[in-house]
């Protein structure tokens, strides 16, 4: 038979009250009382009900995260080290996390209006944030707990962690720039996403920093896969004498989608053309050769939007509800070519 209350309460004859005000942490209960009452619940094995204390509570303690992906981009290694950060901080507060796939569109905000209509979860996280965000727009009007990995270009104040991408692109080019390099390529994200924007910013800063020009034929735009890394690459490794000498991508995945095109075209990657990416994803430093990246903290930012979010559902203040983190570059193989 599993321990409850009434069976600590006659243990050490005081109150149900007095011992669900202990093992809760609540005032009310001497120092000396609760010590007892936690060291015999962890002697006798017991575990609260939580079913029941959802219910009186009406809570879930659930963290709902939907990844806006296209079916198999699940495995992207991405989303697999921002979800173990998550996931590893949700089970430290005892919290469950449900999560699904939404493909990017028009079908992500009815996701979200589901989950918040029915109660299903207690607080979202949102990532790949939009310029204009409607899934934003909608949890705010909802007053619904949430933090979002990624800022918007929309007047709204909400809390979020973010990496500061321009300045991550602005470090990348200044390597390769220094290198020699003046014909320099780059695949952005989808417009729409906001981190396009700043990593789009910090390339033209480099160029303007270092009195290069902005070349609209060296801009590709991909979908952050493999394969719109190796299409882009070929078109760019197909310009002849205006290819390019160095190309920097939005991320990781793309990066390795370009080297596989330069191989393809002959060119040996850090030796005919220098390639760089971003996020420095564990395949990064695998690849062959190990590629520059610029590194942002992909498990750390799964933990700590997920602490902010914890910290909203308990009804704490957040001591900073925005945070802005630095990029780190990490130089590798891949861009060893020098002009």
């Known amino acids: 038979m599993p321990v409850t209350l009434q069976d600590i309460a006659q243990e050490l004859n005081v109150s149900i009250a007095t011992v669900s005000r202990a093992l809760r942490g609540m005032p009310g209960v001497a120092e000396s009382t609760r010590k007892l009452v936690l060291k015999a619940a962890q002697e006798r094995g017991y575990y609260p009900n939580l079913t029941a204390q959802q219910l009186q509570r009406q809570r879930t303690n659930t963290i ?38 939404v493909a990017p569109g028009k079908d992500e905000l009815p996701g979200y209006q589901h989950l918040v209509a029915g109660r299903r979860v207690d607080g ?8 204009q ?8 009007a909802e007053e619904f707990p949430f933090v979002a ?9 909400f809390p979020y ?20 390099h003046q014909r320099i390529a780059f695949i952005n994200a989808p417009e729409e996403l906001m981190f396009a924007q700043y990593r789009l910013a910090g ?20 979908g ?29 995945l793309m990066a390795l989608g370009v080297m596989r095109a330069a191989r393809e075209c002959g060119l040996q990657v850090g030796g005919d053309i220098a390639i760089a990416g971003f996020d420095d994803i564990p395949l990064a430093q695998m690849a062959h050769p190990p590629l520059t990246s610029v590194h942002q903290p992909i498990y750390q930012i799964g933990r700590l939007i997920c602490e902010k979010l914890l910290c909203l559902l308990r009804g704490e203040e957040l001591t900073e509800p925005q945070t802005l983190l630095l990029p780190e570059l990490v130089v590798r193989e891949s861009t060893d070519y020098r002009v």
Do not use: K
């Not at 979202?124 to 310029?131: E, G, K, N």
């Not at 965000?133 to 949890?139: G, M, N």
């Open 203 to 222: 390339y033209r800063q480099a160029l303007a920093a270092h009195g290069l020009p902005y070349d609209d034929d060296l801009v590709r735009l991909g």
């Open 224 to 252: 952050l896969a493999e394969t719109d890394g190796y299409q882009a690459g070929w078109e760019l490794f197909c310009l002849g004498e205006q290819m390019p000498t160095a190309v920097c991508t939005s991320n990781d």
């Open 161 to 180: 962690v973010d990496v500061d991408g321009e300045q991550g692109l602005f470090q990348v080019m200044t390597h390769l720039i220094e290198q020699g």
């Open 149 to 157: 990995f990624g800022r918007t270009d929309q007047e709204l104040n």
């Open 124 to 131: 979202l996280l949102v990532v790949r944030t939009r310029r």
């Open 64 to 101: 709902g995260f939907i990844i806006p992906t296209f079916g198999p981009r699940f495995s992207d290694p991405f989303f697999s080290e921002l979800l173990a950060g998550i996931g590893n901080a949700a089970a430290e507060a005892e919290f469950d996390l449900l999560v699904s796939t």
């Open 133 to 140: 965000d409607q899934r934003i727009a909608y949890l705010l």
